[in-house]
Each structure stands twice: as structure tokens, then as C-alpha cells.
């Protein structure tokens, strides 16, 4: 499993990160204080609070295509 921060603030950049990651077969989730949800759901991540970086954990160590994409969405 790999983590990284991401930063997801406005409700365009929210559909455009679910766009990526729901192309990829593995589990993703985010996890913001002790709650988790599954990255490819929009409601679900509109539940958390955007205000602040959220950790990304993908469930394959095989997902550096996947980081590549992401990589306007990671936090520095």
C-alpha cells in the first residue's frame, strides 16, 4: 500500500480526481481523521472536510502510473 496527501478544493478538481482513479482496478480510499471512503465515490469524498489535505491509499504497491496522473492533486 502506498499513501500520499492530496489536495482536493474545488468541486471540479473533485470530479476530475474520481474521473482518474475510478480508470484503476484496485481499492483506493481517503482517509481525513478517522474517517475512510472509497476515492472513486464523489459523495463520499464531499463528506470530508476539503478545507485541508486529505491522505490518498492506494492498495497496490504496482501504481506509479496512477501517481502520474495525480500529480496536480498532491500535496508539497
Same mark, same amino acid.
Given at each position: 500500500m502506498k499513501s500520499v496527501k492530496? %489536495?482536493? =478544493?474545488?468541486a471540479e478538481s473533485v470530479k476530475h480526481f474520481v474521473n482518474i482513479v =475510478?480508470?484503476?482496478p484496485y481499492d483506493i480510499d481517503l482517509r481525513s481523521g478517522r474517517f475512510l471512503i472509497d476515492a472513486k465515490s464523489l459523495l463520499g469524498i464531499f463528506s470530508l472536510d476539503l478545507s485541508k489535505p486529505i491522505v490518498l491509499? %492506494?492498495?497496490s504497491e504496482k501504481c506509479d502510473d496512477l501517481l502520474a496522473e495525480l500529480v496536480p492533486f498532491i500535496a508539497k
Open positions: 492530496v %489536495i482536493l =478544493s474545488m =475510478s480508470k484503476y491509499e %492506494i492498495h
